[in-house]
């Protein structure tokens, strides 16, 4: 269902924000993203000079690329277009993220290394969907078949959930709506996680089930 019609209005201002994550062959993740931003009229800048509609303002991105516990082995950033001739000089202090972990405490991590003057708005920003396209491009099955593939190749054997240890619980229970963990979707997905008045009858019918979370659209 699309926004509904709004009023008469004039067209200002685009910002577009794009990531993609890849596997590599050499086993690890690659998350990119990329910010922009474009006037729809001609205006000045002091550094570049006046710049057309389309120009953008900002084009910005980074590269991080993640272990299989989603620790950050290596960085890249770069600043392609942007209002002040210094903005790029800040790119290297990226490379502060290595060794930190996407997960709990992340983006209090991330602020701690570049918060203010020791970063750039914009790439900080840009972190936050970069973090949350990891997960979606790891928690799935296609990842897994993936994975499982390097492994055979490196000869190691396929990664399986020991079943003498209890599931962990997933990043995403309770951090939105549809993942409550009293909704309809855990009570689907991740039973032994599902708190509705009806929990106890679902665990017990889900005892000895394996269930594939990657599945779940998260």
Not at 93 to 121: D, M, Q, S
Request: net charge positive.
């Amino acid at each position: 269902m699309p926004l509904s019609p709004p009023v008469g209005r004039q067209h200002l201002h685009t910002r577009r924000v794009t990531c993609q994550g890849f596997y590599r062959e050499d086993g690890l993740w690659d998350i990119e993203g990329r910010i922009t931003d474009e006037k729809t009229y001609e205006h000045a800048n002091e550094w570049r000079g006046p710049l057309k509609p389309g120009d953008y303002v900002h084009d910005m991105s980074i590269r991080l690329t993640l272990d299989h516990r989603f620790t950050i082995v290596d960085v890249e950033a770069v600043t392609d277009s942007s209002p002040y001739s210094m903005c790029g000089d800040i790119t290297p202090n990226y490379r502060k993220l290595i060794g930190l972990r996407i997960g709990p405490g992340f983006t209090r991590a991330v602020k701690e290394r570049l918060g203010g003057v020791h970063g750039c708005t914009h790439l900080v920003e840009l972190l936050g969907p970069v973090a949350t396209t990891a997960f979606q491009t790891a928690g799935s099955r296609k990842a897994s078949e993936l994975q499982n593939a390097h492994r055979a190749k490196i000869g190691k054997p396929p990664k399986e959930r020991d079943p003498s240890q209890p599931q962990r619980r997933p990043y995403m229970l309770d951090n939105c709506h549809a993942w409550a963990s009293d909704s309809e979707v855990t009570k689907r997905w991740v039973p032994q996680f599902y708190t509705g008045p009806d929990a106890e009858a679902v665990r017990k019918a889900a005892e000895g089930k394996e269930i594939e979370i990657g599945r779940a659209h998260v």
